[in-house]
T-cell receptor
């Protein structure tokens, strides 16, 4: 198992363009989370999926943001009409119930760094 | 008021020192408490997970949760230069949504 992977690792785009990021979770992890992290801050929750169902969305996730997880495997996060304030690291994490406990420990990917010029 | 407050540091200590990192929170419904380590330009890495109040030890790391005070701590014994990183606390009510602190930057000097 190679862990959570994210693609691309870096993205530079001009304001107003659309961008799409991909996350491949650890195989058989049924939960997948998206976070946004800006410099000097901790990750901010954006949304989470259990299998293919999107179960919770943050108010941070404006109507320009959309996330999907078709077939409960990889996930995509799309930002439409990007703004300079969207510049951040976008992190994906996956989890599965830990055997013998009630916990869902998260494992993070390396992130996609977005720069909007 | 933020859900989770964490002193951003930076915290600079000599090698071998005991390090204490702390977070406070406002939501009494939080039951699950985690500490992550994050190196520059990398994703966070889970260090410790604790359920409800109490202590948990793993090698040089000890996590403590005091729900009555809404206060959690991470202690690092015999700190090493390789421990230099940003440490993030995180907490959740039900594993559906996680709240992170802003992170404390730690520098362990050789």
């Amino acid at each position: 198992d190679t862990g959570v992977s994210q693609d691309p690792r870096h993205k530079i785009t001009k304001r107003g363009q659309n961008v799409t990021f991909r996350c491949d979770p650890i195989s058989e992890h049924n939960r997948l989370y998206w976070y946004r992290q800006t410099l000097g801050q901790g990750p901010e929750f954006l949304t989470y999926f259990q299998n293919e169902a999107q179960l919770e969305k943050s108010r941070l996730l404006s109507d320009r943001f959309s996330a999907e997880r078709p077939k409960g495997s990889f996930s995509t996060l799309e930002i439409q009409r990007t703004e300079q304030g969207d510049s951040a690291m976008y992190l994906c994490a996956s989890s599965s119930r830990d055997r013998g406990s009630s916990s869902y420990e998260q494992y993070f990917g390396p992130g996609t760094r977005l720069t909007v010029t | 008021q933020k859900e989770v407050e964490q002193d951003p540091g930076p915290l600079s200590v000599p090698e071998g020192a005991i390090v204490s990192l702390n977070c406070t929170y406002s939501n009494s419904a939080f039951q699950y408490f985690m500490w992550y380590r994050q190196y520059s330009r990398k994703g966070p890495e889970l260090l410790m997970y604790t359920y409800s109040s109490g202590n948990k030890e793993d090698g040089r790391f000890t996590a403590q949760v005091d729900k009555s005070s809404k206060y959690i701590s991470l202690f690092i014994r015999d700190s090493q230069p390789s421990d230099s990183a940003t440490y993030l606390c995180a907490m959740s009510q039900n594993f559906n949504k996680f709240y992170f602190g802003s992170g404390t930057k730690l520098n362990v000097k050789p």
